[in-house]
């Protein structure tokens, strides 16, 4: 059974929890979705004992690695919280991407230069910070739809499902505080790391491209800016919630854009596939 696959039946078993609200169903969705979470870190595991290294180099391996992330970070909070109402909207992020590699090839090697020891530091961490904004931007619109529902003073299915919206923020910031973090923790190391590869790269093209004027480079450095913002502004500067929420699904659109189609068609310098 493919992981795309499990993915999708554990979205079932969180449809069927969010529309039932029944015991047993939360139950068999958690249960699913950390089975589903067991295999693929046996999957990666198995191609980290192959290629000894992480299998971050090629575009299957890290959106595959970006997945795993994703379904960690998530089951982290359910587990912590037992919340399972944003369950139903995580899910398809976990199936839509994980399908769209489901038939790419996996690295079966890596250069030379990316077993450096920064470089673990460098997708690892930049990996993580996205899979925390994707966490952030599915708490943001769910915390918008349950806004709208109360402003309309008609609580329905959202009010019902979904934790409260002081929760649900305190949630976001969370999040968008870790992502961030991490995210300057792989940029660091990003630099790092070409500083101490240069060497072995000399002539290789990809070179004269790792500068700032890179677009998936460009891309990681205005996603740190905005949620950077995002962070000021709601601390110091008074940012209403709801605004915080819009403010997390605008960055992970950027986020989206630079891992698919910037890393995938313009990119210059990490195509590592």
């Known amino acids: 059974m493919s992981l795309a ?4 039946a554990t979205f079932g078993a969180y449809v069927w929890h969010f529309s039932s609200q029944k015991a047993l169903a939360g139950r068999i969705a958690t249960g699913l979705l950390l089975v589903s979470v067991l295999v693929h870190t046996f999957v990666l595991g198995m191609y980290t004992m192959d290629l000894g290294v992480p299998p971050m180099a090629g575009r299957t391996g890290a959106v595959s690695t970006f997945v795993w992330m994703l379904a960690i970070a998530y089951l982290s909070v359910e587990l912590s919280t037992d919340e399972r109402g944003i369950g139903i909207f995580v899910t398809p992020l976990l199936v839509a991407l994980q399908g769209l590699v489901a ?26 910070a996205y899979a925390s904004f994707a966490l952030a931007c599915v708490i943001g619109i769910t915390y918008v739809l349950l806004f709208r529902e109360l402003k309309r003073r008609t609580p329905g299915v959202f009010f019902q ?42 002539d290789d093209p ?11 480079i460009l891309m990681a450095v205005i996603t740190w800016v905005v ?8 601390r110091w500067a008074g940012l209403t919630p709801r605004r915080a929420a819009w403010l997390s699904a605008l960055g992970f659109a950027i986020v989206l854009l630079n891992f698919l189609p910037v890393a995938y068609f313009f990119a210059r310098s990490h195509n590592f596939a």
């Open 103 to 128: 038939h790419g090839a996996m690295p079966t090697d890596v250069p030379e230069y990316f077993r450096a020891p920064f470089v673990a530091v460098h997708v690892g961490a930049l990996l993580f």
């Open 5 to 8: 696959v499990l993915y999708a």
């Open 161 to 202: 499902r979904l934790p409260s919206l002081q929760v649900l923020d305190r949630m976001n910031m969370r999040a968008v505080g870790i992502g961030w973090l991490l995210l300057t923790i792989g940029l660091v190391g990003g630099a790092v790391w070409l500083r101490d590869v240069s060497i072995h790269m000399a």
């Open 206 to 216: 990809r070179l004269p491209h790792m500068t700032i004027t890179d677009p998936k």
């Open 227 to 234: 949620y950077g913002i995002l962070l000021g502004t709601r």
